[in-house]
């Protein structure tokens, strides 16, 4: 069975599925803790991946651990229980 996927690494998928983001503002945006580093452990882990030119995006894997079924599923809930929101991006996926 797959280990499971940590809330602050469904807050990453579900940031990086949103709309296409360039390696600067991933590295920017996520950068708030040098020992947390989300977005390398995520490309390590297979979840996302960047292009030849610099954008990151959702692999086959990272959208399947975030429950969706393609990137538009995922949407990003600020302010929300992030329960409350994972369960609604599952909702909307299917």
């Known amino acids: 069975m797959a ?18 983001r360039r390696r600067a503002d991933v590295r920017e945006a996520w950068r708030s803790c040098p020992r947390i580093s989300v977005w390398e452990d995520a490309v390590m882990d297979g979840l996302v991946a960047f292009d030849g030119n610099g954008v990151i995006a959702l692999t086959e894997r990272g959208r399947a651990a975030l429950g969706t079924s393609s990137p538009d599923g995922a949407k990003r809930n600020p302010g929300d229980d992030s329960r409350i929101a994972l369960r609604s991006m599952r909702t909307t996926a299917q």
């Open 3 to 20: 280990e499971p996927v940590s809330l602050i690494m469904l807050q990453f998928l579900a940031w990086a599925a949103e709309r296409p």
